[in-house]
């Protein structure tokens, strides 16, 4: 199982790079925006969005430690270019 300490963006990684001697531990984001399995892509566009945020972790309902996935804003353009035809 994969429990959810925090994550770390690409950002994150770059700052990193520049303090190389700090603990992984010191850049780990620890508030995040979730949604569950079970909700629309929509509410998830709006979540994005409104949080201003390029991630959203998807995390079990009965337990939030449990990460089942991410879903981000570059896999919402993806699936729209899926779905146009002649695309």
């Given at each position: 199982?994969?429990?959810?300490?925090?994550?770390?963006?690409?950002?994150?990684?770059?700052?990193?790079?520049?303090k190389?001697?700090?603990?992984?531990?010191?850049?780990?984001?620890?508030?995040?925006?979730?949604?569950?399995p079970?909700?629309?892509?929509?509410?998830?566009?709006?979540?994005?969005?409104?949080?201003?945020?390029?991630?959203?972790?998807?995390?079990?309902?009965l337990?939030?430690?449990?990460?089942?996935?991410?879903?981000?804003?570059?896999?919402?353009?993806?699936?729209?270019?899926?779905?146009?035809?002649?695309?």
């Amino acid at each position: 199982k994969k429990l959810l300490v925090g994550y770390l963006t690409l950002n994150d990684l770059k700052k990193m790079l520049r303090k190389k001697d700090l603990p992984t531990e010191n850049f780990l984001k620890t508030n995040y925006t979730k949604i569950y399995p079970d909700r629309t892509v929509r509410l998830a566009m709006d979540r994005l969005a409104k949080k201003k945020t390029g991630t959203l972790l998807v995390i079990e309902r009965l337990n939030e430690k449990n990460i089942l996935g991410v879903f981000t804003k570059v896999e919402i353009v993806e699936a729209y270019k899926k779905a146009i035809p002649g695309e």
